[in-house]
């Protein structure tokens, strides 16, 4: 239920449920401890009174009813032989207290819980549980005279004062503060709540905004970004990686969208020329070279064949190759298994050289590895003029592995690009018949997955790419 509500009110509900739960306690330990202050003054005025009271019987005189407070005396059987005070007209409503035990020390005092009040029950609960103080007096003898001032038979002692500390000053304070936290405590909560609820809506208004905002921006509105609070808080913070994940979405559908494109564009061409040729061929079958027409098309379907391959390696989203899958892999056995591919292939146009220590150790894939030193092999023999020199090492940072040759280079201003998918320089373009742009995308690729770097490098002379992946 709590689930559906808003933000706010949930955090509205919590704050006045609890302010309303530590001002109900806060009050309570207030009303408990005026009304224990209250009890505690009334019995200190209690002991007073019964200090007084007792100090004339031990002289052996009865001292004349001037306190505040209802007061008993009791004879030594326990008896009541005198009531004072206030509550005169009442009586107690149970047992009287217990008299001075024998052998009581000079200090003996006592405090005892009795019920006063007429002999009514609702009188008599009403003023039930309440404390006297007792204090003991032990005269042997007290003087009485009669009505006309003649002295009578003294009573013996020891006599019992008991001084009623009455919780009526308590009580009173208690009904006056009571209806002041009746009503102050849920009007405090109450505004706890609605504090909380105006803070919480202050709060969520730069949330609001950002939610708007992404609601608004769409496929083709990626250039938006949501608004940044002044605030530097955590809504700053998210603002600004919102804005970072848009930066990304936007570049990610960008690189997208080029991709299709520059897709579409190399399959057109190898499509186109394959379509020619079935017509050509189709509409003069007399005049057609059916074993060339079949080598042409063959090769074209081997160039759209070659670039699905590649685009369909680009496009996977998991990474071959796994943590899981890596061995160790001699760099150095690569170049020469593909060292001895290519010679035949060459021939006597370029020179193949293959500069590496007996082993070259790194943790990979073998088969990834093998398409990455092929891509850039591939790229090499494309455009140098008579020598490719393939090296491998092992450094202190890991393993380096080099391709070089002898033709134009790559500008400086391109050496980022060129790892692109579908770049292929000017120069290169009228050269490069057979690439589809996408070798060296791959081959980045291949390296950034097993945690290396492939780069362009500065050379005298040609194209040096270098490819530093960590040792096994």
Same mark, same amino acid.
């Given at each position: 239920?709590?689930g559906?509500?808003?933000t706010?009110?949930?955090t ?5 449920l609890a ?5 109900g306690?806060g009050a309570?330990w207030l ?9 505690a ?5 209690a002991q007073?009174?019964a200090?007084?009271i ?25 008896r009541v ?16 207290p217990a ?5 009581a020390p000079?200090d003996?005092q006592s405090?005892?819980r ?6 009514g029950?609702?009188?008599?609960n009403r ?9 003991g ?6 003087r ?7 002295p009578v038979k003294p ?5 019992t004062v ?6 009526f000053?308590?009580e ?6 009571d ?5 102050g405590?849920p009007?405090?909560?109450l ?8 803070a919480?809506? &202050?709060?969520l208004?730069? /949330?609001?905004?950002?939610? =708007?905002e %992404?609601?608004?921006i769409g496929?083709? !509105? +990626?250039? *938006?970004r949501v608004?940044?609070?002044r605030s530097?808080d955590?809504l700053?913070r998210?603002?600004?990686?919102t804005?970072?994940?848009l ?5 990610s ?5 080029r991709?299709?494109?520059?897709a579409?564009h ?9 379509r ?13 070279d ?26 996977r989203?998991?990474h071959?190759g796994?943590?899981g ?9 690569v ?8 010679r035949?292939v060459?021939?006597? &146009?370029?020179?193949?050289? /293959?500069?590496a220590p007996? =082993?070259? %150790?790194?943790?990979?894939?073998r088969? !990834? +590895?093998? *398409?990455?030193?092929?891509n850039?092999l ?5 455009h ?11 450094a202190a940072?890991g393993?380096?592995?080099e ?7 790559v500008?400086?201003e391109d050496?980022e690009r ?9 120069e ?5 018949a ?7 995308a791959?081959?980045?690729?291949i390296?950034t997955?097993?945690?290396g770097?492939l780069?362009v490098?500065h050379a005298?002379?040609?194209a040096r790419f ?6 096994a």
């Amino acid at each position: 239920m709590l689930g559906r509500l808003s933000t706010r009110l949930r955090t509205s509900l919590a704050a006045g449920l609890a302010a309303l739960l530590l001002l109900g306690v806060g009050a309570w330990w207030l009303r408990g401890h005026m009304y224990d202050a209250q009890l505690a003054a009334a019995e200190a005025d209690a002991q007073a009174q019964a200090r007084v009271i007792s100090s004339g019987y031990k002289h052996g005189q009865q001292l004349a009813d001037n306190g505040q407070l209802p007061y008993l005396v009791l004879d030594r059987d326990g008896r009541v032989l005198a009531m004072g005070g206030p509550l005169t007209t009442q009586h107690l409503a149970g047992d009287p207290p217990a008299a001075v035990p024998n052998l009581a020390p000079d200090d003996w005092q006592s405090v005892q819980r009795v019920t006063i009040g007429p002999a009514g029950a609702a009188a008599a609960n009403r003023y039930s549980g309440r404390s006297f103080t007792a204090m003991g007096s032990w005269s042997p003898l007290l003087r009485q005279t009669d009505e006309s001032g003649q002295p009578v038979k003294p009573m013996v002692g020891p006599f019992t004062v008991y001084v009623l500390a009455t919780p009526f000053a308590a009580e009173a304070s208690l009904r006056t503060i009571d209806p002041v936290l009746r009503l102050g405590v849920p009007v405090a909560a109450l505004l706890v709540a609605l504090t909380a609820w105006l803070a919480t809506s &202050r709060a969520l208004r730069p /949330v609001e905004a950002i939610r =708007a905002e %992404l609601a608004e921006i769409g496929e083709h !509105r +990626l250039d *938006r970004r949501v608004p940044v609070p002044r605030s530097g808080d955590e809504l700053t913070r998210m603002a600004r990686t919102t804005n970072a994940t848009l930066d990304r979405l936007e570049r990610s559908a960008v690189q997208q969208q080029r991709f299709v494109a520059d897709a579409s564009h190399e399959l057109r061409s190898p499509i186109a020329a394959l379509r020619t040729n079935l017509e050509v061929s189709l509409a003069h079958p007399e005049r057609t070279d059916w074993p060339a027409a079949t080598r042409e098309a063959l090769t074209s379907v081997e160039r759209l064949q070659q670039l699905t391959e590649d685009l369909l390696f680009l496009a996977r989203g998991s990474h071959p190759g796994a943590a899981g899958q890596f061995t160790a892999v001699d760099l150095s056995a690569v170049l020469r298994e593909l060292a001895d591919q290519y010679r035949p292939v060459l021939g006597a &146009r370029l020179a193949l050289r /293959v500069d590496a220590p007996e =082993a070259v %150790l790194v943790r990979g894939s073998r088969i !990834r +590895l093998h *398409r990455l030193v092929r891509n850039l092999l591939d790229n090499a023999q494309r455009h140098a003029a008579a020598e490719v020199v393939l090296s491998a090492r092992q450094a202190a940072h890991g393993c380096v592995l080099e391709v070089r040759d002898d033709g134009p280079g790559v500008p400086p201003e391109d050496r980022e690009r060129i790892f692109e998918p579908f770049t292929r320089l000017d120069e290169a373009r009228s050269r490069d018949a057979g690439g589809s742009g996408l070798g060296l995308a791959i081959a980045a690729d291949i390296a950034t997955r097993h945690g290396g770097t492939l780069r362009v490098a500065h050379a005298p002379r040609g194209a040096r790419f270098v490819l530093e992946l960590p040792s096994a």
